[in-house]
DNA sequence: TTTGGCACTCCGGCCTACAGAGTGCCAGTC
DNA sequence: GACTGGCACTCTGTAGGCCGGAGTGCCAAA
């Protein structure tokens, strides 16, 4: 495949992207200066589509890119569009204002969109990647205490439990230091092996209450691992009102089910690299005409996933380079905050 | 206005409702057995759109009700339509198996939009209403705290920060039981003027970290004012796209902004009383043809609003009902937990 | 290998015709 | 006086038919 079959290919999907309309070989030849004419734009086209890049609604329209066609943009045309500097001093400085994690989230996610008018979709910093920062017990009544568990991503959970004593303050507090001792530091993951010897540790009076501790701590670190997702700028998806037509409302629905959006933005722990998902790469029925740009973030390890998604005519070069830009800016934001 | 016309009026929206079609005298006369011919229907109608409470689109179609037709029908046509017995018992089921407050947040939308097949919103439990349960504080590293507020509706809002000082253990418990002797059980409404003196009952030691963390107690309390919102069902509103079709987009764009939504959802304080806005009522552009449907929930006091946005072409008797029994449960579950 | 030319195909917009639904009104009936 | 059957009228939505335009594929020539 020559160069210019390639420019070609270029052409079609940068003007396909703009202009929502199949794009003909007069077009191609006008608009971007290849040095020859129409005709010889035609038997490229007559190529590609053999190849399979691109392909024609009816016998009488212009070319469209197929997903193959987009992702061979995407792999060896696109050039990167980098954020102009007024733009990354906004991101930089809209998610520096962030008062807390919840906060972090949420103005990343609304960045996001508005960055790429698409839609966005954040992941909260998965407990399964985070560790153990400080664990609080507070007794609420006698009988009643909360356990509030703190990672070292700024993620609060908090759990309110009945004891099955009535505990004095001290020995509150030194379950509070016993649970501190055994899990600070440690990363969540190892935390259901040790706390299924948390109560052992304990003086003889205090191992009632502090298997119930034990066990709401282990519901905490297991059961809560659904993981917690922030979307926003669904409105964006009535621009493309064409292509998402029937499907706008199963995407919809697709975007308050947790299951969907973890498998789209990063089931394959896939680092903190940047993957782009294309129309039927991403094996859900009903994101066939969606594409997908995801970005792991945290400080060092990758501790959850943000992305964007749209129709697969949908700005690539601009889309990564704001996922991208996001993504570094949260990790540093996150690095700082430890 | 005689009993046949308003039984002519009911019958025009309940089948409009049904098919979302204009409805025509033969049909009026002949599926509600209101022994009339459709001549006799025809006069009601033309009173009836004399009046204003319906409307033709065209010279030669059906009619439709009007929004004053359906308030009329809301004030005094619909029968209630109780919740069915496996209904009730299921909207009870799935909210008590919550486990803490965002837990109760986040059924409560889903099933709200689940009984009613429509938009579902609902708002945390406001902090202005509540009162604070208990407030903690926990030290990271020496010259950093993080301050957990626990509020009696179980909201937990939790806030870190640098103190001038590095602060000893004692200090800390010291800090912490001032705060607590100070704001314990007291509204969050008083909280600003109780805090506001707070460094001046400190040792004079202790008094530049208590002013930095009553700032940060304040700002906690105001600034965190805005009001948090869960919302589910945005796909429902592709069920009514004849409807919605040209305002979809910009309701979407609502339902990402916390301040129309607040709007819709109760601005005046409204109480436990249940509340419809149909159409125009609403006074905001986009939801010209949005009812909205909304009720006051808390442990005794009202502490925040929830509610179901749809079409004004919506089943309002089944609406009013599901609202008013996942209020009402859920009203319920927060005096249990109190 | 590229190009200009040409015949061909197909879509989309536009118009017309027509069936169907619903009305308003009137004269007649109870 | 209220109700009813009948009828003429109006308007929509759809189906069919008819271009104009855009774009192609192919061929012969440069």
Same mark, same amino acid.
């Given at each position: 495949?020559?160069?210019?079959?390639?420019?070609?290919?270029?052409?079609?999907? =940068?003007?396909?992207?703009?202009?929502?309309?199949?794009?003909?070989?007069?077009?191609?030849?006008?608009?971007?200066?290849?040095?020859? @004419?129409?005709? &010889?734009?035609?038997?490229?086209?007559?190529?590609?589509?053999?190849?399979?890049?691109?392909?024609?609604?009816?016998?009488?329209? %212009?070319?469209?890119?197929?997903?193959?066609?987009?992702?061979?943009?995407?792999?060896?045309?696109?050039?990167?569009?980098?954020?102009?500097?007024?733009?990354?001093?906004?991101?930089?400085?809209?998610?520096?204002?962030?008062?807390? +994690?919840?906060?972090?989230?949420?103005?990343?996610?609304?960045?996001? @969109?508005?960055? #790429?008018?698409?839609?966005?979709?954040?992941?909260?910093?998965?407990?399964?990647?985070? @560790?153990?920062?400080?664990?609080?017990?507070?007794?609420?009544?006698?009988?009643?205490?909360?356990?509030?568990?703190?990672?070292? /991503?700024?993620?609060?959970?908090?759990?309110?439990?009945?004891? !099955?004593?009535?505990?004095?303050?001290?020995?509150?507090?030194? +379950?509070?230091?016993?649970?501190?001792?055994?899990?600070?530091?440690? !990363?969540?993951?190892?935390?259901?092996?040790?706390?299924?010897?948390?109560?052992?540790?304990?003086?003889? =009076? $205090?191992?009632?209450?502090?298997?119930?501790?034990?066990?709401?701590?282990?519901? #905490?670190?297991?059961?809560? &691992?659904?993981?917690?997702?922030?979307?926003? %700028?669904?409105?964006?998806? /009535?621009?493309?009102?064409?292509?998402?037509? %029937?499907? $706008?409302?199963?995407?919809?629905?697709?975007?308050? =089910?947790?299951?969907? +959006?973890?498998?789209?933005?990063?089931?394959?722990?896939?680092?903190?690299?940047?993957?782009?998902?294309?129309?039927?790469?991403?094996?859900?029925?009903?994101?066939?005409?969606?594409?997908?740009?995801?970005?792991?973030?945290?400080?060092?390890?990758?501790?959850?996933?943000?992305?964007?998604? %749209?129709?697969?005519?949908?700005?690539?070069?601009?889309?990564?380079?704001?996922?991208?830009?996001?993504?570094?800016?949260? @990790?540093?934001?996150?690095?700082?905050?430890?």
């Amino acid at each position: 495949m020559d160069d210019r079959k390639l420019e070609v290919l270029r052409a079609i999907v =940068e003007d396909y992207v703009a202009t929502q309309e199949p794009v003909g070989s007069k077009a191609v030849a006008q608009r971007h200066a290849l040095g020859v @004419s129409a005709a &010889t734009v035609r038997n490229d086209m007559a190529f590609l589509e053999e190849a399979g890049y691109i392909h024609q609604p009816h016998t009488s329209a %212009g070319r469209i890119p197929t997903d193959k066609g987009y992702r061979l943009f995407v792999d060896r045309l696109g050039k990167i569009k980098p954020l102009s500097a007024a733009e990354r001093r906004a991101v930089h400085r809209f998610l520096a204002e962030a008062i807390d +994690l919840d906060d972090v989230v949420t103005r990343t996610v609304r960045l996001l @969109s508005q960055l #790429t008018h698409q839609v966005a979709v954040v992941q909260y910093p998965s407990l399964n990647r985070s @560790s153990v920062r400080h664990l609080e017990l507070v007794s609420l009544t006698p009988e009643r205490v909360m356990l509030v568990m703190i990672t070292d /991503t700024g993620r609060v959970e908090q759990r309110q439990l009945e004891l !099955p004593a009535d505990l004095a303050e001290d020995d509150v507090l030194e +379950l509070r230091r016993l649970i501190n001792e055994q899990l600070q530091g440690k !990363p969540l993951a190892d935390a259901p092996r040790i706390i299924a010897d948390l109560a052992e540790l304990a003086r003889p =009076e $205090l191992r009632p209450s502090a298997s119930a501790l034990a066990r709401v701590l282990l519901e #905490t670190v297991v059961s809560r &691992t659904e993981e917690r997702i922030a979307v926003a %700028g669904a409105a964006n998806l /009535t621009r493309h009102t064409a292509y998402f037509a %029937g499907s $706008l409302r199963s995407i919809l629905e697709a975007l308050e =089910e947790e299951v969907v +959006l973890m498998q789209l933005l990063g089931r394959a722990d896939t680092g903190p690299l940047l993957t782009v998902r294309i129309g039927d790469e991403n094996e859900i029925d009903d994101f066939r005409e969606t594409a997908v740009v995801t970005a792991g973030y945290g400080p060092g390890a990758v501790v959850g996933h943000m992305g964007v998604l %749209g129709p697969t005519r949908m700005d690539y070069p601009g889309t990564i380079a704001a996922v991208r830009a996001v993504a570094r800016y949260v @990790s540093e934001i996150l690095e700082q905050n430890r």
